[in-house]
């Protein structure tokens, strides 16, 4: 039995020195290879199991077993798991790793963007031209704002601007790079009612093709209790309260 499982969460950079990450630390990831490792001790399961973690992320004790992958930014998640799926024979895919709706695309000091939109409004209006929402949208978004990141790190003396564009949704990407494996994938909201938490994890699933969705809110979160639903066809299969309940969970669902 071959397995991918995503831990951790990902680091876009700023510029060489600073980043923006979010709070994921890859402890019930964790959890998850430590029973999957049992399991394979206890049923002979044939077991190995590719790791992509993010940098920081709290790793679990590995064996021959495991293939670690680091990673940093969504582009070096998004290569990795390519190059895991690529032969298209991992039978189980536990997509945890929170990634990054963004990605840094453009740094500017607030002068830079203030002197550039400037000389932009004068020439369009020199030209008899009137200036427009759509046409400043159309000129913040274009290459020819170019990014100002060639010394390595941007400087603290005024403030700066930040683009940032969204990254690719890589969850959507796992069943056709892979279309026979079983994709289980996991949704954290924030202080949403249960009724609201089942119908975005049922979306997540059916857009994505998971044969079930791990979902959660970050209220139930603490040390001692991570409470999550296990959702599929709109309903509520199975309910856990540790991270070591949802770890054994996971492993009897997709082995029985």
């Not at 040390?223 to 054994?248: L, W, Y």
């Amino acid at each position: 039995m071959k397995i991918l499982i995503t831990a951790g969460g990902t680091k876009e950079p700023i510029d060489r020195v600073r980043s923006i990450t979010n709070t994921s630390t890859g402890r019930l990831a964790a959890k998850i290879h430590e029973a999957w490792l049992l399991a394979d001790d206890e049923q002979s399961l044939n077991l190995h199991i590719d790791y992509v973690a993010g940098e920081g992320a709290v790793l679990p004790e590995m064996d021959h077993r495991t293939s670690y992958h680091p990673v940093t930014d969504t582009a070096s998640v998004q290569q990795s798991i390519h190059k895991i799926l690529a032969d298209g024979d991992i039978d189980i895919i536990i997509h945890l790793m929170a990634i990054s709706d963004f990605y840094v695309s453009r740094v500017r000091t607030v002068t830079e963007e203030a002197d550039t939109l400037y000389e932009f409004i004068n020439s369009v209006q020199s030209r008899g031209k009137q200036i427009s929402p759509e046409l400043l949208k159309s000129f913040m978004m274009s290459a020819d704002n170019v990014d100002n990141r060639s010394e390595g790190k941007v400087g603290s003396k005024e403030p700066i601007c930040l683009y940032l564009e969204k990254t690719p949704k890589i969850i959507s990407e796992m069943k056709a790079l892979c279309p026979n494996s079983r994709l289980i994938g996991f949704k954290l909201l924030d202080h949403v009612s249960e009724e609201t938490l089942i119908q975005v994890a049922e979306t997540q699933r059916q857009k994505n093709a998971c044969e079930f969705v791990v979902a959660n809110d970050l209220k139930n979160i603490s040390q001692s209790k991570h409470e999550a639903i296990f959702v599929k066809d709109g309903t509520v299969f199975r309910r856990c309260h540790t991270k070591e309940d949802i770890a054994t969970a996971i492993v009897e669902e997709l082995t029985r």
